[in-house]
């Protein structure tokens, strides 16, 4: 069985910067995209970043490609989404996911909340 394991979240203050961290523990496994969604209150889940491993290639939403950074270790199964200049409208549920018997992704953390207050 493997899982996703997230931390990182909690309360800030906006203009603030945070580190989540995604590990995938249990047996081992290839992951082939490891990414972050969020999902703020009332809103539906949205695609925030990700990162190819043998593209070694990253992909971003846009309005958050300029303060957000997605980075990691394939070697480690584990991924990293740091956050910069957060505002309260960042406050949601970050969720990470892997990609692993295709590159859809199939495995998903159980969430970690961030709340940024004004």
């Known amino acids: 069985q493997v899982q996703l394991v997230e931390s990182g979240g909690g309360l800030v203050q906006a203009g603030d910067s945070l580190r989540l961290s995604c590990t995938a523990s249990?047996?081992?496994?290839?992951?082939?995209?490891m990414g972050w969604f969020r999902q703020p209150p009332g809103k539906e889940r949205e695609f925030l970043a990700q990162?190819?491993?043998?593209?070694?290639?990253?992909y971003y939403r846009d309005h958050v490609k300029d303060r957000f950074l997605i980075s990691g270790d394939s070697a480690k199964n584990t991924v990293f989404l740091f956050m910069n200049s957060l505002k309260p409208e960042d406050t949601a549920i970050y969720y990470c996911?892997?990609?692993?018997?295709?590159?859809?992704?199939?495995?998903w953390g159980q969430g970690t909340q961030v709340t940024v207050a004004s």
């Open positions: 996911a892997a990609a692993i018997t295709s590159r859809a992704y199939d495995l």
């Open positions: 249990g047996r081992t496994v290839t992951t082939r995209l």
């Open positions: 990162i190819a491993w043998r593209e070694n290639a990253t």
